[in-house]
């Protein structure tokens, strides 16, 4: 590690994001995880809503990639749906 000032600094910066990152990164997933485990129509059309706003926080943050975001989005969407319908 370099003795420059700013370079101290920019490692701390890293550091802080990259913590932050990993922690709305593995709170999606979990979201996500809990909207496959929901088997009731009206529970599910409530929470996609509110995660895919998450994953779109995350591309928007450059966590993951847009393109991510979008196949994310439209399997969960998917699988709503397809749950809406039966």
Do not use: C, W
């Amino acid at each position: 590690m370099a003795n420059h000032q700013a370079t101290k600094k920019d490692v701390r910066k890293a550091t802080k994001r990259r913590e932050q990152n990993r922690y709305y990164g593995k709170t999606t997933r979990n979201a996500i995880r809990d909207l496959k485990a929901i088997k009731e129509p009206k529970e599910a059309g409530e929470k996609f809503p509110e995660i895919a706003s998450q994953i779109d926080r995350l591309a928007k943050k450059g966590v993951i990639h847009k393109n991510k975001a979008a196949n994310l989005k439209s399997k969960l969407a998917r699988r709503v749906n397809l749950l809406i319908k039966k």
